[in-house]
T-cell receptor, first 112, second 109 residues
Framework: EAAVTQSPRSKVAVTGGKVTLSCHQT?????MYWYRQDTGHGLRLIHY???????EKGDIPDGYKASRPSQENFSLILELASLSQTAVYFC???????????FGPGTRLTVL | GDQVEQSPSALSLHEGTGSALRCNFT?????VQWFQQNSRGSLINLFY???GTKENGRLKSTFNSKESYSTLHIRDAQLEDSGTYFC???????????FGKGTSLTVIP
């Protein structure tokens, strides 16, 4: 089964600070995704990537950047963290074609 | 608007009983994936369907692309089935998935 890990698992950040969330997958998947989940809601797509050194905007990209330096690694960057970015962030990976997503354990981010 | 509508939003079941969760889609989807989010917040893969029906133990899922819906049936519910169930679906020709808002399931002893 796909192995997707995330670090850190939780983080407290200050408003205006920079936050980097990291994701690593070991299954040779081309697609990687960053989602956020707010209490009582489903997941919403922030950024995704289908190849190293390239990222694409998802449905809610404002305030976030992404970086895909290698096939295995995908980072989410909050340059100026804001209170509204308090959420749980999930990373996922998926193979090409007709394939399911596999999720990491999530990172709980609290911005104070 | 929401491309994926899940119902019900919340559901209580007594142990040993069953029910169905449903996702309706506002457009043609090529695939659907069902997840359980457990009490620790982890997303557990249940099913991935491009068509038809799949079954795994006490769970069964059906995807009807033409009629734009998918269902997840739970039978003989157990306490460990409690959690939030999400469906996610992808458009034809599109690589990304849209999530429903989930069904919160509570299994009562």
């Amino acid at each position: 089964e796909a192995a997707v890990t995330q670090s850190p698992r939780s983080k407290v950040a200050v408003t205006g600070g920079k936050v980097t969330l990291s994701c690593h997958q070991t299954n040779n998947h081309d697609y990687m995704y960053w989602y956020r989940q707010d209490t009582g809601h489903g997941l919403r797509l922030i950024h995704y990537s289908y190849v190293a050194d390239s990222t694409e905007k998802g449905d809610i990209p404002d305030g976030y950047k992404a970086s895909r330096p290698s096939q295995e690694n995908f980072s989410l960057i909050l340059e100026l963290a804001s209170l509204s970015q308090t959420a749980v962030y999930f990373c996922a990976s998926r193979g090409t074609g007709d394939a399911e997503q596999f999720f990491g354990p999530g990172t709980r981010l609290t911005v104070l | 608007g929401d491309q994926v509508e899940q119902s019900p939003s919340a559901l209580s079941l007594h142990e040993g009983t069953g029910s169905a969760l449903r996702c309706n889609f506002t457009t043609t989807m090529r695939a659907v994936q069902w997840f359980q989010q457990n009490s620790r917040g982890s997303l557990i893969n249940l099913f991935y369907l491009a068509s038809g029906t799949k079954e795994n133990g006490r769970l069964k899922s059906t995807f009807n692309s033409k009629e734009s819906y998918s269902t997840l049936h739970i039978r003989d519910a157990q306490l460990e089935d409690s959690g939030t169930y999400f469906c996610a679906a992808a458009y034809t020709g599109y690589q990304n998935f849209y999530f429903g808002k989930g069904t919160s399931l509570t299994v009562i002893p």
